[in-house]
């Protein structure tokens, strides 16, 4: 069975933005990008809350085309356009949105087979950013592992990764990378143990 990552930028502190959503604290250069290009590129399919896909959406099927575009913006933009998309939205309809299916009901049946679709692939299933459909998903135990990016600050407020959790999570840590610019990534497994 496939198994989801959330993809997170956290502070110290456990949050994932400010608490109007900013999210200018957090620190992302080229040594970041190349990491989290490669790691990215193995995942066919993309799992977004509706305000995160809507900032994509805003942003990537036209970023590799601009003028001023990095590397980044331009192997990013490919990978987004060819990822199969999925967005928790009680809100969005699927109606003329490609390679995109849109989850409104039944998030877990509905996440589950997802899991165990594709033909038997065993490519993971990447959740960015989105913290309102991450709360979601930890709440009925879908989340199999955290790819957590640790910016060195402490915001004391804000919107927190983890929230209303009703049993304990237990992790075991896969691998750890620390980068020059202070960001520590911390990759860990949900252990069903």
């Known amino acids: 069975m496939r198994k989801i990552i959330s993809f997170m930028h956290i502070s110290l502190d456990g949050f994932v933005a400010g608490l109007n959503g900013e999210m200018d604290w957090i620190k992302v250069d080229e040594e970041i990008f190349d990491y989290v290009g490669k790691r990215i590129s193995e995942g066919d399919t993309a799992l977004y809350?509706?305000?995160t896909y809507q900032m994509m959406e805003n942003y990537w099927p036209t970023a590799g085309d601009k003028p001023t575009a990095t590397k980044h913006d331009i192997e990013h933009s490919?990978?987004?356009?060819k990822v199969h998309k999925v967005v928790l939205s009680k809100t969005m309809k699927d109606a003329g949105l490609t390679n995109t299916k849109i989850i409104s009901d039944n998030l877990s049946d509905r996440i589950n087979?997802?899991?165990?679709?594709?033909?038997?692939?065993?490519?993971?299933?990447?959740?960015?950013?989105?913290?309102?459909?991450?709360?979601?998903?930890?709440?009925?135990?879908?989340?199999?592992?955290?790819?957590?990016?640790?910016n060195p600050i402490i915001l004391g407020r804000g919107v927190p990764l983890f929230v209303d959790i009703k049993d304990k999570i237990k992790l075991k840590l896969l691998t750890t990378q620390q980068f020059t610019c202070g960001v520590t990534e911390l990759n860990y497994t949900v252990d069903r143990q």
């Open 49 to 51: 809350g509706r305000v």
């Open 78 to 81: 490919k990978w987004y356009s």
């Open 113 to 150: 087979e997802i899991k165990q679709s594709h033909d038997g692939a065993s490519k993971d299933i990447l959740l960015f950013g989105s913290p309102t459909a991450t709360h979601s998903l930890i709440q009925q135990n879908l989340i199999d592992g955290y790819w957590l990016f640790v």
